[in-house]
């Protein structure tokens, strides 16, 4: 079975332009967690989609937003790109909803110059 | 009080040897958890999933969960350089706000 795949892996962008990013779920996943991770921080949770509908949402301003498809595909949006946006972004999908066993794509990086 | 707890480390173990990694939580009513293995630059990986007390093996891998004393720790037997790497400490959530609560992971060295 293919793994969860997420395009583009490598992004530099400047200050206050948008970026998308996308995510593909293992086939028959039908939720997508996003993350965001910098050095010291952890993974910071930004919100979980499941049966296209949000269903948990973390501490983060308004500018990142996602969705998703019928085909459980995920994208995130982040507008008015910050310096402090620069991260790792990773996509997660469960079977289930998120609170189970969740299988990391290789993430995106992105840089805001 | 944090909700998944992680020494940060590092922890350094010769080869061969066994690595100990710990972490508490404070939902007693917690009932899954995991452990992933982050190398750096990469994502996490799951390498352990474990829902009851007692302990779980899964080859040089075991999980032991403890949740009386709200504890699940990581043991690897015959440590590998290869296992150098950051492990992440999760657990699962219930309800509506079903997600993943991390820990900010423990960094482990082995050395050859």
């Known amino acids: 079975k293919a793994g969860v795949t997420q395009t583009p892996r490598y992004l530099i962008k400047t200050r206050g332009q948008q970026v998308t990013l996308s995510c593909s779920p293992i086939?028959?996943?039908?939720?997508v967690s996003w993350y965001q991770q910098t050095p010291g921080q952890g993974l910071q949770f930004l919100f979980e989609?499941?049966?296209?509908?949000?269903?948990n949402k973390g501490n983060f301003p308004g500018r990142f937003s996602g969705r998703q498809f019928s085909n459980s595909r995920s994208e995130m949006n982040v507008s008015t790109l910050e310096l402090g946006d620069s991260a790792l972004y990773l996509c997660?999908?469960?079977?289930?909803?998120?609170?189970?066993?969740?299988?990391f794509g290789p993430g995106t990086r992105l840089t805001v110059l | 009080q944090k909700e998944v707890e992680q020494n940060s480390g590092p922890l350094s173990v010769p080869e061969g040897a066994i690595a100990s990694l710990n972490c508490t939580y404070s939902?007693?009513?917690?009932?899954?958890f995991f452990w992933y293995r982050q190398y750096s630059g990469k994502s996490p990986e799951l390498i352990m999933s474990?829902?009851s007390n007692g302990d779980k093996e899964d080859g040089r891998f075991t999980a032991q969960l403890n949740k009386a004393s709200q504890y699940v720790s990581l043991l690897i037997r015959d440590s590998q350089p290869s296992d150098s790497a950051t492990y992440l400490c999760?657990?699962?959530?219930?309800?509506?706000?079903?997600?993943?609560?991390w820990g900010l992971g423990t960094s482990l060295a082995v050395n050859p």
């Open positions: 086939s028959g996943h039908r939720s």
């Open positions: 999760a657990r699962g959530g219930a309800g509506n706000n079903r997600k993943l609560i």
């Open positions: 989609y499941f049966s296209e509908t949000q269903r």
């Open positions: 997660a999908s469960s079977l289930g909803r998120g609170g189970n066993e969740q299988f």
């Open positions: 939902d007693r009513g917690s009932q899954s």
């Open positions: 474990i829902y």
